[in-house]
């Protein structure tokens, strides 16, 4: 299988603290992209990271990437009830980064106000 | 900008019927539309890649013939689930890329909750 495995599957925390989500993959990959889903919802794109970087920050996320390892960690620091949702890694293999997206198992997380 | 959107957001149709679920880039032209199928807390599976004016590409253990898509234009691409029988039932997500040279992300349309009764 092509998609990726993410852990852990389920997380709960309180809010104000840091929430880790980990995904692994099997291929070699031109990008990671990580995704966020409300419950019976679409997909919001949060950030991608490239091959050729380790480390990339938005606002309160931070992602790494490493590529000997095909892992990915995506870091919610302070969280905030409304950062409760699924969170999807894909991966995607071609340059452009927007064909055929592999997406991961997903975490589901709460944050309890 | 980039906001793709689906219809119906969700639909209800008996066993033996057909049903069309549209998907529509707003504010942008779109090449390449994606479908994927999403089971009860379960990942999304790509299901096709649709472009327009081309036959779209299915995916491995997808049958064409009972999911048939249709990108006729920029801005629409459709997925009719035909003869649809209960485990057909799911959430079907569409993904919009851009036409500009360079574009790198797929824009997700909300999704259709499909059950089949």
């Known amino acids: 299988s092509q998609q990726g495995e993410e852990d852990p599957q389920a997380l709960s925390i309180q809010e104000g603290e840091n929430a880790t989500m980990n995904c692994s993959y099997k291929?070699?990959?031109?990008?990671l992209q990580w995704y966020r889903q409300n419950s019976g919802r679409g997909l919001v794109h949060l950030i991608l990271i490239r091959s050729n970087e380790r480390e990339k920050h938005s606002g309160r996320l931070r992602v790494t990437l490493d590529t000997s390892k095909k892992s990915s960690s995506l870091l919610i620091t302070a969280s905030r009830a409304a950062d409760t949702a699924s969170y999807f890694c894909a991966t995607a293999r071609d340059q452009t980064g927007a064909n055929n997206l592999f997406f991961g198992t997903g975490t589901r997380l709460t944050v309890i106000p | 900008g980039a906001v793709v959107s689906q219809h119906p957001s969700w639909v209800i149709c008996k066993s033996g019927t057909s049903v069309k679920i549209e998907c529509r880039s707003l504010?942008?032209?779109?090449?390449?539309m994606f479908w994927y199928r999403q089971f009860p807390k379960q990942s999304l599976m790509l299901m096709a890649t649709?472009?327009?004016?081309?036959?779209?590409?299915?995916e491995q253990g997808v049958e064409k013939d009972k999911f048939l898509i249709n990108h006729a234009s920029l801005t629409l691409s459709t997925l009719t689930v035909t003869s649809a029988h209960p485990e057909d039932s799911s959430f079907y997500i569409c993904?919009?890329?851009?036409?500009?040279?360079?574009?790198?992300?797929?824009?997700f349309g909300p999704g259709t909750r499909l059950t089949v009764t």
């Open positions: 649709s472009n327009e004016g081309s036959k779209a590409t299915y």
């Open positions: 993904s919009a890329r851009s036409s500009l040279a360079g574009a790198r992300e797929q824009y």
């Open positions: 291929t070699s990959i031109n990008n």
């Open positions: 504010d942008f032209q779109a090449t390449t």
